[in-house]
Nanobody
Framework: VQLQASGGGLVQVGGSLRLSCAASGRTSSSYTWGWFRQAPGKEREFVAATRRSGGSTTYAGSVRGRFTIASDNANDSVYLRMNSLKAEDTAVYYC????????????????????WGQGTLVTVSS
């Protein structure tokens, strides 16, 4: 599965962005979609995940209530709607796919994802 993330850019504090991730290849084998981010000088961290079917979602505490992940299976895409952005949301955002049907409780760990997009930069300015 190949993933292409887009939608990043420069936005002011309090603003909104929607990230998109388009999948190609054997997308039917993807079981869970995830978003991760990596800020300068920091380790990659989990942002959100959703099952490709069934609608289950989970979020990092730092984004819960502000970000929304959504899967569009008809278009083999996953989106991340980001509202009320803060300066600390500045990072490169990566989408990822799990093809091993990993247990839901493990989906916050990047080690369980098989495919990664190239990343899209989000900069939130104050």
């Amino acid at each position: 599965v190949q993933l292409q993330a887009s939608g990043g850019g420069l936005v002011q504090v309090g603003g909104s962005l929607r990230l998109s991730c388009a999948a190609s290849g054997r997308t039917s084998s993807s079981y869970t979609w995830g978003w991760f981010r990596q800020a300068p000088g920091k380790e990659r961290e989990f942002v959100a995940a959703t099952r490709r079917s069934g609608g289950s979602t989970t979020y990092a505490g730092s984004v819960r209530g502000r970000f929304t992940i959504a899967s569009d299976n008809a278009n083999d895409s996953v989106y991340l709607r980001m509202n009320s952005l803060k300066a600390e949301d500045t990072a490169v955002y990566y989408c990822a796919s799990d093809r091993r049907r990993t247990a839901w409780g493990s989906m916050t760990s990047g080690r369980y994802y098989d495919d990664w997009g190239q990343g899209t930069l989000v900069t939130v300015s104050s």
